[in-house]
């Protein structure tokens, strides 16, 4: 009854060229983002912006980064955890350099230097692909947490050799720092998310999205019918790596306040990334958020209920959680390949039929 | 001799004994993509969980007595016996066969005809599923593994070298047994691929899936018999690295070690996994020992896969792999 999209008649290309062609999708987006810009700032507090909130913002600008590289070109990388660290550490030394910069100059500026690092290391999937390219792209997980690790330029020589986010404000207000409240940080997050998910979302819509898919699905077709392949899978490394430089910044500057590489950006937030990306959905901008959304709650909800209620010890709610998560990534792959995102798309089609299905 | 040479001389055979550990673990991954073009992510944590049981066995530790500690509020650890090494390791074997059998019925199955890289993320979640799985079991902290394999320095060799170069060579007892160790296993291996009628179906279904299945082999028994193996060279490595550094999570890391070696040597090549393995040994200790004073060591790390990356750029099938020939 009321997802239908008889009666809404297109009269222009441009209408009928819309994101969201159904009258119902549109007023559902623009009620999220109202909500999210103009209500939820007022009563976030400090538990719910560290443990969900923030997090889920920064998780789901990764995963539109690396769902951009795996699910629409279809390069899978393993590498993610290191690209985020580039991010992180180009913003510290933006910020430490250049102290007047704006903030969110720096986290687009460490975004930009991560596209770079990601291009160079984009170079060997024009000679490899597959497992081979996810291996190379190990390469630069393990090579980028060791450099930020060994050369004491990037930290600045602190001598704990951790990174520290100094104190910085954006129209008037703290954003990083010990003073920053919850929903500062929350809007900062937001604003990035939203121009970055409609970017990704036309993006994928236009020819260059239209480029990865057909790389993707196969790459010497792809070259034949005159789609470029170096362009394209090195724009596609560039565009990701500069969604995940950016979550790299935020998740560093904004979230942690303080990061050492190797355990903030180690390999198993590679893991993480990917794995949000498979339960999300591959190849969809909506999956991005859906799987960041599942995989930040997961743990959040598995720690109340088993911690908190059952009053299990920690560590054997972690093992659970593992376990949880694993045998989740082996039944949505076998379920529902195509992730929560394919769950949502066959509900909207059930729902355009209901109550009368043929 | 130069000082400098003696150094090198003992640094390469040491990362050739280091070679030997990672090929260990590279074979597992080389036997399962041959017969089911699955790359198993899940060999190093498989390594993990036969080692943990081992241990767990051996000691008469209580299974899932964390987790039953929890919910039911008593306090269980141990049975209170010891097994012989023998029979842990016989029981351990057997766990393995009935976790290739599991893996198979609720995994493989359902994902038959599934993109390469689909299976390869699903190895992907068992390996979290495993790794949650043996910690729950047997309880997460580290263990000692110990079924009589001989470790320290070997004094023969020590003396041996002392006499020749004037300076005793370091060389540890457990590598050695390693090494030994490998090699009788790759020779196995080779013997029952290429002269037993197992070994000739697995190689069949390697070949072509479709075909082998015309002619009358049970892809599923061919599947369950190479996990198994998988299985079986997992706890072979598992004993080895869990002796040398104790059974800890690291342990299911070499995994990750063991993919450069595969992309060196090939992935459907069980000779490429063993010299893969020899030169990213031999390779990364000697970037270490000259190159790495220079920039800051640990170079460990990294060398593996940077090695791997160049050398695929040259040649992506890797040294012994088939040739990759794509149609459209």
């Known amino acids: 009854m009321l997802y239908r999209e008889a009666g809404d008649f297109k009269t222009t290309y441009r209408e009928d060229n819309q994101t969201f062609p159904i009258r119902f999708d549109r007023i559902a987006y623009y009620t999220t983002v109202a909500a999210a810009f103009a209500v939820v700032p007022f009563f976030i507090n400090d538990y719910w912006a560290n443990a969900v909130f923030v997090p889920f913002l920064i998780y789901a600008i ?22 985020m660290a580039v991010g992180a550490y180009a913003c510290y030394k933006l910020m430490t350099a250049f102290p007047e910069m704006s903030m969110v100059l720096n986290v687009l500026l460490a975004g930009l230097v ?13 000679r490899i692909k597959g497992f081979y390219l996810a291996v190379a792209t190990l390469a630069a997980q393990f090579f980028l947490v060791w450099l930020f690790n060994k050369v004491p330029w990037f930290y600045n020589n602190s001598a704990s050799g951790q990174i520290t986010a100094p104190e910085r404000t954006f ?38 999205g239209r480029k990865w898919m057909a790389i993707r699905d196969m ?47 180690g390999i198993q937030k590679s893991f993480l990334i990917l794995f949000m990306v498979i339960i999300g959905g591959l190849g969809s901008i909506f999956g991005s958020f859906a799987g960041a959304a599942f995989l930040v709650l997961l743990p959040v909800l598995l720690k109340n209920v088993l911690v908190g209620t059952l009053g299990w010890p920690t560590d054997l709610a972690a093992h659970i959680e593992l376990m949880i998560v694993g045998a989740l990534i082996i039944i949505f792959l076998i379920v529902e390949p195509h992730g929560l995102a394919q769950l949502w798309r066959l509900t909207k089609e059930k729902l355009r039929l209901w109550p009368f299905p043929h | 001799m130069p000082d400098q040479l003696v150094y090198a001389m003992e640094v390469t055979l040491n990362g050739l004994m280091a070679g030997v550990m990672y090929s260990l673990v590279a074979l597992g991954f080389v036997l399962i993509f041959k017969a089911s073009g699955i790359f198993n992510y899940a060999q190093g944590v498989l390594a993990l969980f036969a080692a943990l049981t081992l241990v767990g066995l051996q000691q008469g530790q209580v299974p899932f007595a964390h987790l ?76 000692k593994l110990d079924v009589g394999l001989p470790q320290g320095i070997s004094e023969t060799i020590e003396s041996v070298t002392a006499d020749w170069f004037g300076y005793g060579f370091f060389i540890d007892n457990l590598d050695i047994v390693a090494t030994v160790v490998a090699v009788a296993l790759v ?79 090939g992935f459907t090549s069980i000779p490429g996994a063993i010299v893969g393995g020899l030169i990213i040994g031999v390779g990364e200790k000697l970037f270490e020992f000259s ?27 890797g040294l012994f792999g088939e040739r990759i020939i794509e149609r459209v």
């Open chain 1, 114 to 126: 991560t596209a770079g690092v990601g291009v160079l290391f984009g170079l060997p999937s024009l």
């Open chain 1, 219 to 265: 790459d010497i077709a792809a070259e034949i019918i005159g789609v470029n392949p170096l362009t394209t899978k090195l724009s596609a490394f560039a565009v990701s790596s500069f969604y995940i430089g950016v979550a790299g910044a935020l998740f560093f500057s904004v979230y942690l306040g303080a990061a050492e590489v190797g355990e903030s950006f």
């Open chain 2, 291 to 317: 190159i790495g004073p220079m920039i800051g060591g640990a170079t460990e790390n990294w060398f593996a896969y940077m090695l791997a990356l160049l050398f695929l750029v040259f040649r992506p099938q």
């Open chain 2, 68 to 143: 039953i500690n929890a919910v039911f509020g008593t306090d269980l650890h141990h049975f209170g016996w010891h097994l012989p090494a023998v029979v842990a390791i016989a029981l351990t074997a057997g766990v393995m066969v009935l976790m290739a059998i599991a893996v198979e019925k609720l995994v493989l199955k359902h994902l038959v005809n599934q993109a390469p890289i689909i299976l390869f993320m699903a190895t992907i979640g068992l390996a979290y599923f495993l790794e949650g799985f043996g910690d729950v079991m047997w309880g997460a902290d580290i263990k």
């Open chain 2, 187 to 265: 020779t196995a291996l080779t013997v029952f691929s290429q002269y037993s009628k197992q070994g000739r179906a697995l190689r069949a279904v390697a070949d072509d899936h479709q075909a082998a299945l015309s002619v009358g082999i049970s892809l599923r028994f061919i599947w369950v018999l190479v996990w198994s193996i998988a299985g079986f060279v997992a706890l072979v490595a598992g004993i080895m690295w869990g002796t040398k550094s104790g059974v800890q999570f690291s342990l299911s890391l070499i995994a990750l070690k063991a993919l450069p070696v595969l992309m060196l040597g």
């Open chain 1, 62 to 83: 990764a995963a539109l980064g690396l769902n951009i590289l795996t699910g629409y070109a279809g390069q899978v990388s393993l590498g993610t955890g290191g690209f």
């Open chain 1, 171 to 208: 129209l008037g207000q703290f954003v990083t720092g010990a003073q920053t409240s919850a929903s500062a940080k929350y809007l900062f997050c937001l604003a990035f998310v939203f121009v970055l998910a409609l970017v990704a979302r036309n993006l994928t819509r236009g020819t260059t």
